[in-house]
């Protein structure tokens, strides 16, 4: 394929792709931040249902952005953890994190506060 036909595909439609489902940017961002269980994920999302949780985390799982590791005397006791092509979206998630600072009403003391917070989780 040539540099043409590639672009005309837009390589961001890749990533778009891997996190258009509701939910999914969320789940990464809470990996990010040391939640690993699903009872975990779902702390602060009210909304996000059982069934559509297991969805993401599949879909997740089989873009292979997450590994399901269950406990091998316990297999009800499940983490899930980034995969190195998860964490790699890294420098993606700090870049949204600091746009939407950027745009929030904060005080100038919030805004540092929260970007050093996000500096040190997804860099």
Not at 12 to 31: F, T, Y
Not at 41 to 58: A, G, H, Q, T, Y
Not at 99 to 117: A, H, I, P
Request: aromatic share 10%; net charge positive.
């Amino acid at each position: 394929m040539n540099a043409n036909a590639q672009l005309n595909s837009f390589p961001i439609d890749n990533v778009i792709q891997l996190i258009r489902k509701k939910w999914v940017v969320q789940i990464i961002n809470d990996l990010f931040f040391g939640k690993s269980r699903f009872h975990e994920f779902k702390e602060d999302k009210p909304k996000l249902s059982n069934r559509v949780l297991s969805s993401c985390l599949k879909d997740m799982e089989d873009n292979g952005l997450i590994k399901r590791i269950a406990d091998k005397y316990d297999k009800k006791n499940v983490r899930y953890y980034l995969t190195e092509k998860g964490r790699s979206l890294n420098k993606i998630m700090y870049e949204m994190a600091i746009f939407s600072v950027d745009r929030e009403n904060y005080t100038d003391k919030t805004k540092t506060e929260l970007k050093s917070v996000f500096r040190e989780k997804l860099l």
